[in-house]
């Protein structure tokens, strides 16, 4: 399949395992934050969001934390799988803008 | 409901020319963002349209330029490509509320030659 990105930051986990992807947004004004998953020749896929009003947010196996003091969100994701393969990127919506700005992206790599 | 659809999946052009992309939202969403995404740069963001008006815009030049339609479906031209315009062209369409979920296409895959 095509790469989204050739020089993203990549981590590997033995399947079974849990993963933490991390991102650091810019705007401490952002009020909306949302991980996506893109998988190779595809469109971003949305997995989970999570409000500034809010420093946690559960989903079906995946769980995103936000910590505004430190401007950082991460997405962990439960007993990982092959199909979790892909790139994560991180998205912040600025509300005095509307516009949404995305991280670099992680490419997750599942080791069988 | 149907996702955001995108047409056409693949293009190829040569350089000089120019070509138009289209994106159909979600039904019922009225914002439609367009973005580039290549290798090197990752997701950039063009612009974006609210109720048939450019509501936010990117740092690309004017030969990328977009409209909305009445129904919300929204299309992208580029003029005079160039080489570095080959990328992945994205589509994301949102709810009316200004900060709710976008949903993207899957992409217009244009290669310039």
Known sequence: GESVGLHLPTLSVQEGDNSIINCAYSNSASDYFIWYKQESGKGPQFIIDIRSNMDKRQGQRVTVLLNKTVKHLSLQIAATQPGDSAVYFCAENDPGTYKYIFGTGTRLKVLA | ?113
């Open chain 2, 1 to 113: 409901k149907a996702g955001v659809t995108q047409t056409p999946r693949y293009l190829i052009k040569t350089r000089g020319q120019q070509v138009t992309l289209s994106c159909s939202p979600i039904s019922g969403h009225r914002s439609v963002s367009w973005y580039q995404q290549t290798p090197g740069q990752g997701l950039q963001f063009l612009f974006e349209y609210f109720s048939e008006t450019q509501r936010n815009k990117g740092n690309f030049p004017g030969r990328f330029s977009g409209r909305q339609f009445s129904n919300s479906r929204s299309e992208m031209n580029v003029s005079t490509l160039e080489l570095g315009d080959s990328a992945l062209y994205l589509c994301a369409s949102a709810p009316p509320t200004s900060t709710d979920t976008q949903y993207f296409g899957p992409g217009t895959r244009l290669t310039v030659l």
